[in-house]
């Protein structure tokens, strides 16, 4: 059975930091790209970036770039988003979703993810 699962979510004040974790089951994670996405009420599910299968490439949206982190441990069979330097804006409920192969410049297309988490609460107070 396939399942993606976030976790680590939380509250946290104006520039403090959490880390996300996203564990995979029941597909070969070192053939995916898993990519994190956000959605924060009103607003339309937005992707924050990627981990590629290929070479562990990362791309970021612009307004996270420099201040979350994505990396994975085949391993363990998991992928984490490091946020530091938290702004309010970045409240919103987390998703991780594994693609087969996608490239790192299209993480943002949320049709080519097939498997979704349920989701992470992330709240920062100003």
């Known amino acids: 059975q396939v399942q993606v699962v976030e976790s680590g979510g939380g509250l946290v004040q104006h520039g403090g930091s959490l880390t996300l974790s996203c564990v995979t089951s029941?597909?070969?994670?070192?053939?995916?790209?898993i990519g994190w996405f956000r959605q924060a009420p009103g607003k339309e599910r937005e992707g924050v970036g990627c981990?590629?299968?290929?070479?562990?490439?990362?791309n970021y949206v612009g307004s996270v770039r420099g201040r979350f982190t994505i990396s994975r441990d085949n391993a363990k069979n998991t992928v984490y988003l490091q946020m530091n330097s938290l702004k309010p804006e970045d409240t919103a409920v987390y998703y991780c979703?594994?693609?087969?192969?996608?490239?790192?410049?299209?993480?943002?297309?949320?049709?080519?993810?097939?498997?979704w988490g349920q989701g992470t609460q992330v709240t920062v107070s100003s």
């Open positions: 029941g597909f070969t994670l070192d053939y995916h790209t």
């Open positions: 979703a594994a693609s087969y192969g996608l490239g790192s410049s299209r993480f943002a297309e949320r049709n080519e993810y097939r498997n």
């Open positions: 981990i590629s299968s290929s070479d562990n490439r990362t």
